[in-house]
């Protein structure tokens, strides 16, 4: 994804709305042998724990491509998400939640249908999948793989590779990568495959984290290479200095508000 904008190229995103329904605390499936694993469940309460699962957020993404509004409510397994913009020549808003999703085009309704319906879907995660990490890394969908400690600018990081359930969305053959600081639990890092023309690979390096409302906020450097069969096993800490920076995300104007018991 070379701009936070471009859903068709974040389509690893999708098993997150396939399955949000699903949200818990308990560890999605596991390779044998992977007995680091916890370090995601250790992140998850790092960054926000249950005020992800019970809270209502909003904030603005800003990238290259200009800055989106994204609203989330979260309570348990229900969701209720929204993002608007402009896109090319139109004002967009685009409201999902566990089975509706409502379109506003310069402030009027439009009938989704089911075809537009999952690509709708897909232009809200684009925005905010990685606002919420790791949250989502526990899902129902996720396949997780402990990789050991890989060493990055002379520090250590636990490598973690994220598959999907197969069928389980248009994105389920994308992979990632993340890496966690082996002591903190915090998220520092993550990567991404995508199809696409001409597909290739994401990189994103987490800075200026900051906590609001409970929640742990980060920016990221997005960098990236293009080219078709590229996969995140050819990502190591010497190559990604020979890649390009092809944007930086920031959130801005965050709030968040614990929902009432």
Same mark, same amino acid.
């Given at each position: ?20 329904? $699903?949200?818990?605390?308990? $560890?999605?499936?596991? $390779? ?36 989106? #509004?994204?609203?989330? *409510? ?8 929204? &993002? ?14 566990? /089975? ?8 009027? &309704?439009?009938?989704?249908?089911? @075809? *537009?319906?999952? %690509? ?15 949250? #989502? ?12 400690? /890989? ?14 359930? &197969? %069928?389980? %969305? %248009?994105? &389920? ?10 002591? =903190? ?11 696409? !023309? ?20 980060? !920016?990221? @450097?997005?960098?990236?290479? +293009? ?5 995140? +096993? ?15 995300? =920031?959130? *801005? ?9």
């Amino acid at each position: 994804m070379n701009r936070i904008g471009s859903a068709n190229r974040i389509s690893g995103i999708l098993p997150w709305v396939a399955v949000v329904l $699903s949200v818990s605390s308990v $560890s999605a499936a596991q $390779s044998p042998g992977d007995q680091w694993l916890d370090i995601v469940d250790r992140s998850i309460e790092l960054h926000g724990g249950e005020i992800y699962r019970h809270s209502s957020s909003e904030l603005q993404v800003c990238s290259k491509s200009g800055c989106y #509004r994204v609203r989330a *409510r979260i309570d348990g397994g229900l969701f209720d998400i929204e &993002a608007s913009g402009r896109v090319r020549d139109e004002e967009r808003r685009v409201r999902i939640t566990n /089975e509706t999703v409502e379109y506003w085009q310069d402030g009027q &309704a439009r009938t989704v249908g089911e @075809e *537009r319906s999952q %690509s709708l879907r897909s232009w809200v995660m684009a925005r905010a999948y990685f606002v919420y990490l790791p949250f #989502r890394l526990n899902d129902d969908s996720v396949i997780k793989q402990d990789l050991g400690i /890989e060493v990055w600018d002379e520090r250590p990081l636990r490598k973690v590779k994220v598959s999907f359930v &197969a %069928s389980t %969305s %248009s994105g &389920a053959d994308d992979e990632f990568l993340y890496w966690f600081d082996p002591e =903190t639990a915090r998220l520092e890092q993550f990567a991404y495959s995508f199809a696409g !023309d001409p597909g290739g690979l994401r990189f994103r390096r987490a800075f200026n984290y900051r906590r609001v409302g409970g929640l742990l906020f980060f !920016d990221q @450097e997005n960098w990236g290479a +293009d080219g078709d069969g590229l996969t995140v +096993d050819e990502i190591h800490a010497d190559g990604i200095a020979s890649w390009d920076l092809v944007s930086t995300v =920031t959130i *801005r104007k965050i709030v968040v508000k614990p929902l009432d018991p």
